[in-house]
């Protein structure tokens, strides 16, 4: 079955510096990569996804990347501001299963 | 209306108690999730309902007991819990009947606790 890893588990940032979290899967079946925000004590919410025909996408301030051939993807956070300080998971799915989630990078973005 | 409610909020139950956990979601969704989080953890899957039927139940003991009612409608029926059983309790619900191309719709989750 699928395992999705995520590094780093903690990252401290300056507020307006760059923030990246990368995963890795194993399974190469997977098509679809989300990315959920957890702030404390509220729910998970999708922030950005990537399918596996695109190799990069952006909004805003966010943007995802796959690389297919090494099975990986990395979310990119730009000129972060301390409201991006949360938990953020990864996970990684194809058609009949279920989602597998990554075990979540908590980010704290220092004024 | 885009989003997915879950009642109560908060729930403190002993373990004797019998209780029940709602999750509601007007989208339109064929797919419906309970998750398990403990603190400091990824969602656990629970159980997911794919136009109303369970289709998967993850090995989950019987004192968690779900039932959808309609396609609208989520519970999730506790009884005899055991403390380690305290976390939050997610319902999500997706478009595609897997989930597996569309992203989850999360509930705000139902903070249990149980003493």
């Known amino acids: 079955g699928e395992n999705v890893e995520q590094h780093p588990s903690t990252l401290s940032v300056q507020e307006g510096d760059s923030a990246v979290i990368k995963c890795t899967y194993s399974?190469?079946?997977?098509?679809?990569f989300p990315w959920y925000k957890q702030e404390l004590g509220k729910r998970p919410q999708l922030i950005i996804d990537?399918?596996?025909?695109?190799g990069e996408k952006k909004d805003q301030r966010i943007a995802v990347t796959l690389n297919k051939t090494a099975k990986h993807f990395s979310l990119h956070i730009t000129e972060t501001q301390p409201e991006d300080s949360a938990v953020y998971f990864c996970a990684a799915t194809y058609p009949g299963q279920n989602f597998v989630f990554g075990p979540g990078t908590r980010l704290s973005v220092l004024p | 209306d885009t989003e997915v409610t879950q009642t109560p909020k908060h729930l403190v139950m002993g373990m004797t108690n019998k209780k029940s956990l709602k999750c509601e979601q007007h989208?339109?969704?064929?797919?419906m999730y309970w998750y398990k989080q403990k603190a400091k953890k990824p969602p656990e899957l629970m159980f997911v309902y794919s136009y109303e039927k369970l289709s998967i139940n993850e090995s989950v003991p019987s004192r968690f007991s779900p039932e959808c009612p309609n396609s609208s409608l989520l519970n999730l029926h506790l009884h005899a819990l055991q403390p380690e059983d305290s976390a939050l309790y997610l319902c999500?619900?997706?478009?595609?009947?897997?989930?597996?191309?569309?992203?989850?719709?999360f509930g705000s989750g139902t903070r249990l606790t149980v003493v």
């Open positions: 399974d190469s079946a997977s098509n679809y």
């Open positions: 990537i399918r596996s025909n695109v």
């Open positions: 999500a619900s997706s478009q595609d009947t897997t989930g597996g191309n569309y992203g989850y719709t």
């Open positions: 989208m339109g969704h064929r797919a």
